[in-house]
């Protein structure tokens, strides 16, 4: 009966934190849609600027996840971060990435923890690996969407894994790979997408926008140049 107990509190603390995870995400959620909504206003400026400032916003983001990890067993934190990050070098580009990676190291060395190596590595491999993945794709002519965020997240659990192989052994990492890790895992995934979405349906709106507005401005020029009577 102890036992039975046992497992069923480990299984409502488990549901716990995996909905605490999606809670984080829905609220990255509204923070990137802002995010995609001003980004058209920084389109006049330098590109570097615009980079620059996209960088910083994703910065902000990670300093919201990282301010409310999950603590798995082994002092060991589970945030955003990493999502973040993948997804300022898809949309802003390097720059942006690099600027965000940046964020999410010194707020990750600033917080210490038995764990701290492993956390860098999960900010600096994931930027080194979005960049090759968004190069391949532009040597492709591919535009990023919605297929290219699965792929991303399913890059970044197996990144996931080899991190906890190379920082905590093989013993630990499989001893972690219970129903909390696995659950990540799928939301890693899942929350790749559902964030990248946000900024991708916005950047969707506003082209079909412009697409409107250019049709109206050639359907006038034509009507205009049509002769009286």
């Not at 707020?107 to 956390?119: H, K």
């Not at 890059?155 to 499989?174: N, P, S």
């Not at 995934?189 to 412009?210: D, F, I, K, Q």
Request: hydrophobic fraction near 55%.
């Amino acid at each position: 009966i102890r036992g039975l107990l046992l497992a069923r509190r480990h299984g409502s603390a488990s549901v716990a934190l995996l909905v605490d995870y999606a809670k984080h995400a829905a609220l990255l959620t509204v923070g990137l849609l802002v995010y995609a909504q001003l980004r058209p206003r920084l389109a006049p400026f330098p590109w570097w600027l615009r980079e620059a400032g996209d960088g910083l916003c994703f910065t902000l983001l990670i300093a919201v996840t990282m301010s409310m990890p999950l603590m798995l067993p082994g002092d060991v934190r589970i945030d955003l971060r990493t999502t973040l990050v993948c997804l300022s070098v898809v949309f802003g580009g390097p720059l942006c990435g690099a600027i965000a990676a940046i964020g999410g190291l010194a707020l990750r060395q600033a917080m210490g923890g038995p764990a701290s190596a492993a956390g860098m590595m999960l900010v600096v491999f994931p930027y080194v690996m979005t960049i090759a993945y968004v190069k391949a794709a532009a040597r492709w002519r591919h535009k990023i969407g919605y297929g290219d965020l699965v792929a991303i997240g399913v890059l970044l659990d197996l990144l996931r894994l080899g991190v906890w192989l190379i920082a905590f052994g093989y013993a630990f990492t499989l001893a972690s790979m219970n129903l909390i890790w696995f659950g990540v895992c799928a939301l890693v995934v899942v929350n790749m997408v559902l964030l990248g979405s946000a900024v991708l349906l916005v950047e969707e709106r506003h082209a079909l926008a412009r697409s409107v507005a250019d049709s109206e401005a050639r359907f006038r020029s034509v009507v205009d140049q049509l002769p009286e009577g």
